[in-house]
């Protein structure tokens, strides 16, 4: 079968569409201009390969499948489809041994706006799973609850020792200091919807971006994520400088951009196009910060244009001062969250033929 | 347009309707004659103003507003509409930063019955909410949620730091010692289908009832937002005593009725038409008694045709020998909690055009 | 009105049937065995006698009705009915006061597959149930929230307790060292699928089972439900043996089948056709580990045909080296576990009557 295409032009103000944006302040973003600059056409065909699929580390997905979804969640984001029922029947495991208020509302409001269904463990420490009992265990116990597992837990090793019990697919909500592969899809989604023509395969002369990463990769999982998926997009990065206090601090092996590592924010500041900020880390069963000397507020010297990203719950070193500026993307970002989320659940857990026709009115190219 | 009536008798023993009452012991209450006294009319058109607002204080209310409420409430009570899914795509979030699970589950029980979904924040102490994270940032993740969401929190300021972020409406059940807008809703729902004339803008003559209201006004929100809404049905009350033994009970200024405070209840108890309870308030992160020395058992001397009021939790300030007696309307009362809770949540949520025809025959008077 | 049977053959491999097992190791059943040899008949009028009914001792059941809600979960087991939408509009409270996640999850995912609602009360320690309200009151209050509430207790008083203010059915999930009924039903409903001969009246001659069970009746609920079971299929045993170090276990008076009690394990160990193992209980609010020093594991010397129940969680009592052998019935046990709650909820919620037509061609004998 011949890749798939949309036929009708998507209306952005027709009576089966949504507000664009629900965020309150800071700069809205409007999905439907990656869908333009795309002329119109989702690849579902190539969303085929997520069937089933579990979701552990951003590495395994490609530039290819990050774009694909980032365009099916901009037409979810602007297409009333709650009362088409998608996930009818499905039932989704939310196992946050970990506790997460954030994420886990974020994919249980994903998953309930489709119509599935949840059951949830919102938190290891007090649901009676006995001490001592196995991953492997809980995961041969989850395949007669549900469809699919998303799971967060504080060890690395966790995802793995789950799905030796698992038949079901499971997406990584977080494990330890190793992996976010759904936050670092809800960033590009972000930087996608913000700059459109960073979707296309080839750069558009002059726009490659300076991305100033303030963060230490290897031990915060949101920036390793963050981190995998950028090198998929090198041809539009000029450079990204990693601004930590760590000592410890490592830079990706085989990054396909040049990377700088740096204690020093101010000399680098007014260069970036995107700072992505993270001071929190969750290691040894507790949530510890690093990196809180640098902080930003609305007298920083951004560069005019500079836009923030930040996966949240910030402390002080995102001031709120900067809420109502331009450079305030990070609110944009999380109003995307759960439509990302939707795309990559539709996908794996194989719906997108329960989609509304007007959404999907496909052809062969 | 001018304002909706009910066309058809609302017929009681029909196949649709379920039984009126829903409580084991105690009186039981048939809201069908809260719906005859006032002929048969709900006035949808005045419920029109709930749309999309948030419910924070009882005195933002209106008498008005608070009868076509109850009225709309004995409507859902006796009618079967959870096969209508009148909030079928909505999404109300629970976020329960102190946690209450009489109200969360009234609330949810009241979503889920009418088709909406439920995301929950059970316990914030649990649930991984970073500490410092700002009220602000929380409701600017939750406008991404959800369509509503109902909060309860120890601090007085949480409604209004929470809305900073926030463009959803909201519902405060319950804020701290400051107001619980929705019990007191419940308290006056529950009276008005036990005396129906009170539902009237004029008292019926000899009528008025005398209030016996043991608790703390100040640092009780369930008796701050009983006493403001009493104050709009001021023409039906004769008096209010209050009786506490906080030497620094305060009593709202403005009341329109008479109102006069003792730290005696043996004196007065036999006056009193409705005794309403409360011995529990929340401050300083804490449970707390109060008044602990105001008890009623079956012997109390109370006149025969009293009634009690009592939000519930209890302890031994109401003893269970009083539950087999007709004195006892608190069980009616928490019976009647979901219904109200649901009017209101399709009022909120603009979904009354979604209920059966057999309920809504509307017709321009 | 005459019993119902199943007119048309179960097929086993139509478009609406889905994979018999979902354990992906051990033992795989195949529940349509268990309806053959009942020759594809369910006696759905048997089940009436649940309507309404609350389940609180295994022994308040009968062979008749075990058997005939195990063939019901056999074909619940092997159809796809999720899309009947069998619970629409009935609402379950899960009110889990000793937290237990598999449990609780197996409840709720077993109501929302039939498209039931759920709220819950996930852990008694952290919902803000008020220190010293009677559960005669919470049940109470539950009687305006649902339609049927599923408990879990540390104390054997508690489900009376709660019972006494509540009008709906309940199901007992486990009341301290007392009884755990639908776990039993759940053991059972394994045996029958692997010997469904065990199902008819008559014992097949040669046939009759040697159960080992390693664990102390009076302190072990799901002990002490398994063995109220196993009297009702009495005909079926040649002998019980059980195996303790504690001196004080006691064995069921009346037991209508040879019992034999040893704190010894290796002597016995080969003459067993069943092993039923549990080392945990929950007494004095907290877990114990009972008979630790009884332990299986590949190299254990079992008959070659013999199979392990055990109703998890496990700690080293259960070597995960049997896993992949034949003798581990107890991951076929955990997959059952919804399918046979199912049966359960529906025949008490009545809802018989809304499973697809394809299911339940019933006709008159």
Not at 257 to 281: G, R
Not at 351 to 363: E, W
Request: aromatic fraction near 6%; hydrophobic fraction near 40%.
């Amino acid at each position: 079968m011949d890749e798939p295409v949309l036929k009708s032009p998507v209306e952005p103000h027709g009576d089966h569409l949504i507000p664009a944006s629900r965020n309150s302040r800071g700069l809205t973003l409007d999905p439907t201009h990656l869908i333009e600059v795309n002329h119109r056409r989702v690849d579902f065909q190539a969303l085929q390969s997520l069937v089933g699929t579990s979701i552990v580390h951003a590495d395994q997905l490609s530039r290819e499948l990050v774009v694909e979804l980032s365009k099916f969640a901009a037409l979810l984001e602007v297409t009333e489809i709650a009362s088409h029922h998608p996930l009818d029947g499905k039932l989704v495991v939310t196992a946050f041994f970990e506790a997460s208020t954030r994420t886990r509302l974020s994919f249980e409001s994903a998953v309930l706006r489709l119509d599935g269904k949840i059951v949830s463990v919102p938190d290891g420490k007090v649901t009676g799973i006995a001490k001592g009992e196995s991953l492997s265990d809980i995961g041969e116990m989850f395949n007669t609850y549900g469809d699919l597992v998303v799971i967060r837990h504080p060890d690395e090793s966790s995802v793995g020792e789950l799905a030796s019990g698992l038949t079901l697919p499971l997406i990584n909500a977080g494990n330890g200091c190793d992996a976010h592969p759904t936050q670092a899809l809800i960033d590009w989604y972000t930087l996608l919807k913000w700059r459109p023509e960073l979707s296309l395969p080839e750069p558009t002369p002059g726009k490659k971006i300076r991305i100033g990463l303030i963060g230490t990769p290897g031990v915060m999982r949101s920036v390793n994520s963050f981190l995998a998926l950028s090198t998929m997009f090198a041809q539009h990065i000029e450079k990204v400088t990693v601004i930590t206090d760590q000592s410890d601090a490592v830079t990706p092996e085989g990054a396909s951009f040049p990377i700088e590592l740096t204690d020093e924010l101010e000399p680098n500041l007014s260069d970036f196009d995107v700072i992505y900020m993270n001071s929190i880390t969750y290691r040894d069963e507790a949530y510890e910060r690093l990196g809180s000397r640098y902080k930003l507020n609305a007298d920083s010297r951004l560069k005019e244009s500079a836009v923030i990203l930040h996966p949240f719950a910030r402390s002080d070193e995102l001031h709120p001062s900067l809420d109502r500026t331009t450079h305030n993307l990070y609110f944009a970002q999380a109003a995307g969250a759960v439509f990302l989320r939707q795309a990559l659940l539709i996908a794996v857990l194989d719906r997108v033929s329960h989609l509304p026709p007007s959404l999907l009115l496909l052809t062969t190219v």
